[in-house]
C-alpha cells in the first residue's frame, strides 16, 4: 500500500504541516541508451517447492554505464549551434549591427567550450570502457605514472592498440586528441593573466585570445576528432 509521509511545507495558515501520499514505487526498471543491464552471477535461482514445482525467487539487476554517447551527443549538438552562431555573426558585421555582433561571438564562444570540453569528456570515456581489453603491464603503468604522462597519451595508446591504423592515420589521430585535452585544459582549468588580443577569423576584430581559441571551426574538429576516434575502434576493432 501507499505510504504516508508529512509534507515539509503546508498550504494553511497554521503552519502545521499536512500528510500527502508518497507515489508506490513502478515495478521494473528502466535501461537507457549506452547503459548495460546485467545479471549478476548467481542471481538467477531456481529451487523445487514442496510441491514439487519449480519456483525462481526474484531476480535483482544491476546496471553498467558507458558515458561517451551522451558527451558526443552533446559535443554534436553544440558544434551546430557554435557554427550558427558564426553564420549570425557574419549576417550581423554586413548589417552593422554592433550588439548582434557581440552576441553571435557569445555564442560561438559558449557553444565551443562545451563542445571542446564535451569531446574530451567523450574520449575518456570511451578510453575507459576499451581500457580493459587492451590493458598494459603493471611495470609499463608505473613508468607512464612516474613520468606524469598525459592524459591524452594514455588515451590514444589504448585507442592506436584497440583498432587498426596507419602510421599517417596514427599521427593525426594522436596530434587530434592532444589538441583536444589541451583544449579542454584551456576550458577547465582557465589561466587568469595578461594575453594578448588576436584577430578573430569571423569578426575580423582583435579580440581576447580566449575567443579565438574556443571559436566554430575548433568546435567542429574537436568532434571531428571525438567521432572518429571512437568509430574507428567500433568499425574496425
Request: net charge negative; no cysteine; aromatic share 8%.
Amino acid at each position: 500500500g501507499r505510504r504516508q509521509v508529512k509534507a515539509a511545507m503546508s498550504d494553511d495558515k497554521t503552519g502545521e504541516p499536512e500528510d500527502t501520499e508518497e507515489p508506490e514505487v513502478r515495478p521494473g526498471v528502466r535501461v537507457f541508451r549506452g547503459t548495460d543491464l546485467i545479471i549478476p552471477a548467481g542471481a538467477i535461482v531456481i529451487s523445487i517447492g514442496d510441491d514439487g514445482l519449480p519456483a525462481m525467487q526474484p531476480v535483482t539487476p544491476v546496471a553498467r554505464y558507458q558515458a561517451w554517447p551522451d558527451w558526443l551527443e552533446i559535443a554534436y549538438a553544440h558544434a551546430i549551434v557554435a557554427n550558427s552562431a558564426r553564420k549570425r555573426l557574419v549576417e550581423a558585421i554586413v548589417a552593422a549591427d554592433d550588439q548582434g555582433e557581440n552576441e553571435a561571438l557569445a555564442s560561438e564562444f559558449h557553444n565551443t567550450l562545451v563542445t571542446v570540453t564535451a569531446s574530451a569528456f567523450a574520449l575518456d570515456a570511451f578510453y575507459s570502457s576499451i581500457k580493459d581489453f587492451v590493458p598494459i603491464g603493471a611495470a609499463e603503468r608505473a613508468a607512464r605514472i612516474a613520468n606524469h604522462l598525459p592524459r591524452s597519451a594514455w588515451v590514444f595508446d589504448a585507442l592506436r592498440r584497440a583498432t587498426k591504423l596507419t602510421n599517417r592515420e596514427a599521427r593525426v589521430l594522436r596530434e587530434g586528441i592532444r589538441t583536444t585535452y589541451k583544449m579542454r585544459n584551456l576550458a577547465v582549468h582557465p589561466a587568469y593573466e595578461v594575453s594578448d588580443f588576436i584577430v578573430h577569423p569571423g569578426l575580423h576584430q582583435a579580440v581576447p585570445a580566449i575567443y579565438v581559441h574556443f571559436r566554430a571551426e575548433n568546435a567542429l574538429g574537436a568532434v571531428a576528432i571525438a567521432a572518429e576516434a571512437i568509430m574507428r575502434v567500433a568499425d574496425l576493432p
